[in-house]
C-alpha cells in the first residue's frame, strides 16, 4: 500500500469527508474533540494557517515544520484512527467514518496559498452553514482574527496580508477558484 509522503518544509491542504455521506461531526463536542486530537498530534510536526470542520468533510492548511522528521504520515493516521474509534464508541458504530485515510496536496505557491487561506475560512459560508464566516465556531475565521492565543499561526498569516485590518478585509473578498482549482477538495 502506499504511503502517502508528506515533506517538512512544505505547504499543503489536507482534507478529507466521511465515507458514504455520512456525517462526519454530528455536533460541537464531536468537533471539539476532534480539534483536541489534532492539537495532540499534527501540532507538534505542523503549523496550522486556516481550518475548517463541517458536519461531512474538513480542511486543513499546514505548513510541515523544517524540523519535524520520521514518518509524517504517521500522526495522521493517529489522529484519524483516534477521531474513528472515539465515534464510533460514542455512535455505538463500527468500521470506517473517513471516505480516504489522507487526502493532501502541496501548495506550492504565494497566490495559491493565500487563496485558499480564504477558501478554509470561507467554507461554512460556501456551504450555506452560516450567513458570514465569523459566526461559525469551527473553522479558523475566529481564531485568525483574536487576540488570544489558538492553534492557528495567525501571527504569520497576518503576516502575508500586511495588517489585520487588510487580512479580515482578504477572509472576506471572494475566492478565485481559477487559482486553485487544482487544489480543491475532490471525491
Not at 8 to 20: E, W
Not at 54 to 73: E, K, P, T, V
Not at 98 to 113: H, N, V
Request: aromatic share 14%; charged share 25%.
Amino acid at each position: 500500500m502506499k504511503t502517502t509522503l508528506l515533506e517538512p518544509g512544505k505547504y499543503y491542504h489536507i482534507y478529507n469527508r466521511a465515507k458514504n455521506g455520512d456525517p462526519l461531526f454530528e455536533n460541537d463536542q464531536a468537533c471539539r474533540f476532534f480539534l483536541k486530537l489534532y492539537q495532540a498530534h499534527i501540532c507538534p510536526i505542523a503549523e496550522t494557517f486556516a481550518y475548517c470542520l463541517l458536519s461531512d468533510h474538513l480542511h486543513f492548511l499546514i505548513r510541515i515544520r523544517s524540523d519535524a522528521d520520521g514518518s509524517l504520515y504517521k500522526p495522521f493516521a493517529l489522529l484519524f484512527n483516534a477521531y474513528t474509534k472515539g465515534y464510533n464508541r460514542h455512535m455505538e458504530k463500527e468500521g470506517k467514518v473517513f471516505k480516504f485515510k489522507l487526502k493532501q496536496k502541496e501548495i506550492k505557491s504565494l497566490a495559491s496559498f493565500l487563496e485558499m487561506i480564504r477558501y478554509v475560512n470561507q467554507n461554512p459560508w460556501r456551504h450555506g452553514v452560516t450567513e458570514h464566516p465569523a459566526e461559525y465556531r469551527f473553522s479558523s475565521f475566529r481564531a485568525t482574527m483574536t487576540t488570544g492565543p489558538t492553534m492557528v499561526a495567525k501571527e504569520l498569516v497576518q503576516g502575508y496580508f500586511g495588517s489585520h485590518e487588510n487580512l479580515q478585509a482578504n477572509l472576506l473578498t471572494q475566492v478565485d477558484e481559477t487559482v486553485i482549482r487544482t487544489l480543491m477538495l475532490e471525491d
